[in-house]
């Protein structure tokens, strides 16, 4: 019996490429969103049977705000996100003493023209989606093989379907399928770091960690973050560590609580307080991989994690994958007949910035991890006479539309 071809991706009398994108996450969900703002159409295969988003919290900066502002989603997203009046806020492991402060509230609208938020990841997948119409998203669709050719692109599913397209777009994570058909492939290597996340009920935490701030404790080989999200009613924790032998990337691994403590024994009492507070602390393992000179070939291209998979230091990954989704969609809107020049333009726009926060959050880590002595010393001292908030305006002040405009 011949392979079922999806009838949505068939020739149409609809405008514009026959468009496919794999994976049903942020920024997946956001290229559709984009796509359909700019008169197009597209398919979201997801191999989950729902859309569900783990990790709990992110950061929205103010280069992905004003892009989720464009698809007409603010009021949505306002609902559940939190918005910051401090931003890293950097403190002393041991004692908590404050090493560096940013204020927000006011600055942030008038340097960059939007605020800072907060917001729990399946508040913003639920964000980004309302704005993809539902036809459009086939659930329990898991792509095994991409075959790219001169007259078009096949997709083949665990379930025996296929599907043809003119374009692909890989927005299928760090372990992409979709990334065999444009680069040699792969694995990531494993960094040698993990991540702990929980996350806490408002009503169980001090007044101190509800507060509207990104508080980032630094210490030796570790650090410790915690800000507020669903609208207040709770707060995330995300800490990161040496992974020891730990190596299993999935985001519902879990640890116990006692793994997630014996990390942090010793630190100050609002840190381990908050462990404890925590329920069962999800776990896995920080994958690296070098940043791409080429992301597309022929009609297929990547986006997101699939493309530039960068750690949580500068919390830019959700914003880099939407600030994708946002210049792809334009640039496939101004060449619909030639898709491949389009995916070029793309790549071109995007390769330089997002390999800089690649390097930049990997170079993090050995900031963040110092132990103490003088180097450590020399950090805080640089800390505490500086502005990141000013120091990062080529990150918040983007526009990644406009980069693409003429």
């Not at 197009?40 to 950061?59: C, I, K, M, N």
């Not at 964000?127 to 898991?142: H, K, Q, Y």
């Not at 750690?311 to 809107?333: H, M, W």
């Amino acid at each position: 019996m011949p392979e079922p071809v999806l009838p949505h991706l068939l020739p149409s009398l609809a405008p514009g490429p026959r468009i496919a994108v794999v994976g049903g996450g942020i920024g997946g969900l956001a290229v559709a969103a984009f796509l359909r703002r700019a008169g197009l159409t597209a398919t979201v295969h997801e191999q989950a049977s729902a859309l569900t988003e783990v990790g709990a919290g992110l950061v929205a900066a103010p280069n992905a705000v004003r892009l989720l502002r464009r698809l007409g989603v603010m009021e949505r997203f306002l609902r559940r996100a939190v918005p910051l009046d401090r931003g890293w806020e950097f403190r002393r492991w041991a004692d908590g003493s404050v090493l560096s402060v940013e204020r927000l509230s006011g600055v942030c609208e008038e340097l960059y023209g939007e605020r800072t938020y907060t917001v729990h990841r399946a508040d913003l997948l639920d964000t980004v989606r309302s704005a993809v119409p539902e036809g459009w998203i086939r659930l329990g669709a898991r792509c095994t093989s991409v075959d790219a050719r001169p007259d078009g692109v096949s997709l083949r599913f665990a379930d025996g379907s296929r599907a043809e397209a003119d374009v692909v777009i890989g927005a299928d994570g760090v372990h992409s399928v979709v990334r065999g058909a444009v680069t040699e492939p792969a694995p990531p290597e494993y960094s040698g770091l993990c991540a702990f996340r929980t996350t806490v009920p408002a009503h169980a935490v001090p007044d101190f960690a509800r507060r509207p701030a990104q508080t980032l404790w630094l210490g030796p080989g570790r650090h410790f973050v915690h800000y507020p999200i669903a609208g207040g009613r709770a707060v995330n924790v995300v800490a990161v560590a040496p992974a020891g032998d730990f190596t299993d990337e999935s985001w519902s691994a879990t640890a116990t609580t006692e793994e997630f403590h014996a990390e942090f024994a010793g630190w100050d009492p609002r840190v381990t307080d908050l462990v404890a507070a925590g329920g069962v602390p999800g776990r896995w393992a920080l994958l690296e991989r070098a940043p791409l000179e080429r992301w597309s070939r022929g009609g297929v291209t990547l986006l997101g994690d699939a493309a530039h998979p960068m750690f949580p230091f500068f919390a830019q990954g959700a914003a880099q994958s939407i600030e994708d989704a946002a210049v792809l969609a334009r640039c496939l809107a101004a060449s619909p007949d030639d898709p491949a020049r389009a995916l070029k333009r793309y790549e071109s726009a995007r390769v330089a910035r997002t390999a800089r926060l690649q390097r930049l959050s990997h170079a993090r880590r050995d900031v963040n991890h110092l132990p103490d002595g003088p180097e450590q010393r020399a950090r805080d001292a640089a800390l505490a006479g500086s502005d990141p908030l000013v120091a990062n305006g080529w990150i918040y002040g983007y526009d990644a539309e406009e980069a693409v405009a003429s």
